[in-house]
């Protein structure tokens, strides 16, 4: 059942992005972007997606068959597998994973195999040049990514997505102390999110941000695909339905890559909104709406009491983090240009490795000074 | 060591531009949904919005165009005389226009000029139109004009080929065939009475009689308003067998087929055609446009001399009779004319004008109604003499003339 719903969510969700994609390139450059289809052009990409199921599946006669018929199958399979340790609320929880993060950036991985069957089944020398780079490029960035969460990790102690998402937010079974002495366990709030409890994490952040980026194959690293220079890349070669769950994965991809910053950088489910009222633990439990907005508790509003409301409130709210992080990857798209080659693993490399190993430091020290001042 | 500092401050200073161009696409983005409807050049601020979308959605939403927009071109038929100016000064020939002689005067224009050719033809090719806009430039009754109308694409080219004939093909043929029959009848009429008179005419110079004669006809006009009882009455004297109608109109075509068939190339043709059309214009004072012909031609010799205008008389009487002489006419006029009528032919405007001239020979003392073919001498006295003075008339009435020609003949 959670995999029908969360199947259904994310093809809704990618009708959505394709829309806003088009829609925030178009009001970046000064357009209007898709008006025709429905009222303002709603409706635009549900029209797409219907000619693209509609239309032929063409194999080129040169193809490895095989091969390519599958690798759409493995590009889509493994982003949506990596959907399924996100938690979407306390307790909502595909795989509840003691080694959740992992697993997720390993399943992630088994993207590049599908870029890479897809580049050499088709056959085609943009195909293949697009897949090479995509390879070189995931690969590239999956260090500084994996270090730049390791970082964090350090900080929660587990690689549990659920266990991190609830250690920053109200709820939390284990103290909270913004930057290390102030106690907001009871406060909650953005304050206990890990990105400002632990500032250096911003940097880590931003690491995985970009190499998300990568990963995702978006602009400015979006040169597995390059229409300038390989027509589409490894894609360049699909159509109709398979084209379609390519480009699917490829926007559940930055969902799922959101999901992950979200969870462990930007508090997962945990509201934004603190208690700004101290109570003793347990007594908001008590209290009735009236009394929790008399004492400022708008953490324990915008959280939710019992189980329904906190499963609703905690998918708003890392869902529109999520949102806010695709929204970001749009916005960074029709701002920035293309890398090089060169460029791109120069930074993968000489900038972004340096420095999560270094945050990676930082966050050991950290870890063991809290832990000696607060034991 | 060195090497430290521009590491780090390469890594900041990216950081910081990506940013400032972030900001600078950011501010895009908000301003995105703001989008004021589409203004027309001729707006103040035409240039006053420099932020936004300024994607104009087609079809939905045009750009204003100014109200004398210059476009697409559209035919009044009921205003056009056909006189094929606007064909002939397009530099792309996208007019086609076809004409006959009509039987008697078919109304007047908007603007008082008479209508004396069928137009079964008047298409405008607008794949071909450059929108120079000489055509409406030359129109000398203004029927033609650019609309502000721009956007009227179409699957088929054919469709581009735009019909502003006055009939259908069905009509056109009925009458056209209507039209020749009455005229072939009047012809005959006319013929029997006037066919050797007019040569006696012709040879005849311009005599002092014609000029009351003119002034007849105008001052029947006057009086009865209506062409058809002059008409009768003329033809009750001169010619009883004639219908009453065809009479007058005949003396007109009479005039212009003479023109057509000697016409065409010739200068002199269109001096008589000027002449002629002055003289239709003259008409407009009164339904009566052929006998206004006459007249005219009478006024113009009135004012050059007062003999002259007696013969003007004469054509309505000689109308059958007519044709034969004019040809003459127009031979001997070609001649003397085409010094003076060459230069003049090229003046378009002078429908009007002609209409002014000829209500001063209406005026002329009211003659008897008179129709001394011998008119038909002086007119051809008073086309050369006109050609002069007046000339100017219109290629335009040449070119109907020359139509008529065609058909009468």
Partial sequence: LLVSLSLGFVALYALGAVYAERKVSAYIQDRLGPMEVGPRGLLQTIADILKLLLKENITPTAADKKLFALAPIVIFASVFAGLAVIPVGPGILGAALNVGLLYAMAIVSIDVIGLLMAGWGSNNKYAFLGAMRAVSQIISYEIPAAIALLAAVAMYGSLNLGVISLAQGLGSPTPVYFLGWLDVTQLGGILSWGILRYPHLLVAWLIYFVAALAECNRAPFDLPEAESELVSGFHVEYSGFRFAVIFLAEYANMFLVGLIGAVVFWGGWATPLPNLMALAPGEAATMSVGQLFSHLQFGHLTTGMGATTMAIWGAFWILAKAFVSVFVMMWIRWTLPRVRVDQLLKLSWKVMTPIAFALLAISAIWKLLEVGAHP | ?409
């Avoid at chain 2, 006037?194 to 029947?220: D, G, N």
């Avoid at chain 2, 005219?296 to 002259?308: C, F, Q």
Wanted: charged share 30%; proline share 16%.
């Fill in chain 2, 1 to 409: 060591m060195s090497k430290r500092p521009t590491y780090l401050k390469a890594v900041v200073e990216s950081l910081g531009t990506m940013l400032k161009g972030m900001r600078l696409t950011a501010k895009h983005y908000v301003k995105g949904y703001e989008r004021a409807a589409p203004l027309g050049i001729s707006d103040p601020n035409y240039f006053a919005k420099t932020e936004g979308p300024i994607t104009i959605s087609y079809p939905q939403e045009k750009v204003p165009v100014p109200d004398n927009g210059r476009y697409r071109l559209f035919m009044e038929t009921d205003d056009c005389i056909g006189c094929d100016k606007c064909a002939r000064i397009c530099p792309v020939d996208c007019i086609t226009i076809e004409t006959f002689r009509a039987d008697g005067d078919l109304g007047r224009t908007s603007d008082g000029t008479v209508k004396r050719l069928h137009l079964p033809t008047f298409d405008i090719d607008m794949a071909k139109c450059m929108y120079c806009g000489l055509c409406t430039t030359v129109c000398p009754t203004e029927c033609l004009t650019m609309t502000p109308v721009y956007d009227y694409s179409e699957y088929d080219r054919d469709n581009f080929l735009y019909h502003f004939g006055a009939y259908s093909p069905e009509d056109e043929g009925r009458i056209r065939q209507e039209t020749e029959a009455a005229l072939a009848e009047k012809k005959a009429a006319k013929a029997v009475p006037t066919s050797l008179p007019v040569e006696t005419a012709a040879a005849e110079a311009p005599a002092a009689r014609p000029r009351p004669r003119p002034m007849i006809k105008p001052s029947e006009a006057p009086v009865t308003a209506e062409d058809a009882p002059i008409l009768p009455s003329e033809e009750s004297k001169n010619d009883p067998p004639a219908p009453p109608r065809p009479r007058p109109r005949p003396v007109m075509k009479p005039k212009p087929d003479e023109a057509a068939g000697q016409e065409t190339q010739e200068t002199a043709q269109p001096l008589e055609a000027k002449e002629e059309a002055p003289p239709a214009e003259s008409a407009t004072p009164r339904p009566r446009p052929r006998p206004i012909m006459q007249p005219k031609v009478a006024p113009a010799e009135s004012e050059t001399e007062s003999a002259d205008a007696p013969p003007i008389t004469p054509t309505p009487e000689t109308p059958v009779a007519k044709p034969r002489p004019r040809p003459i006419m127009q031979p001997k006029v070609a001649p003397e004319v085409s010094d003076s009528d060459a230069p003049v032919i090229p003046v378009q405007p002078a429908p009007i004008e002609g209409a002014d001239t000829t209500p001063p020979p209406a005026d002329a003392p009211p003659a008897p109604k008179p129709r001394p073919r011998p008119i038909m001498k002086p007119k051809v006295a008073d086309a050369e003499e006109l050609s002069g003075s007046e000339s100017e008339s219109e290629s335009g009435s040449m070119s109907e003339e020359k139509k008529d020609g065609g058909p009468s003949a």
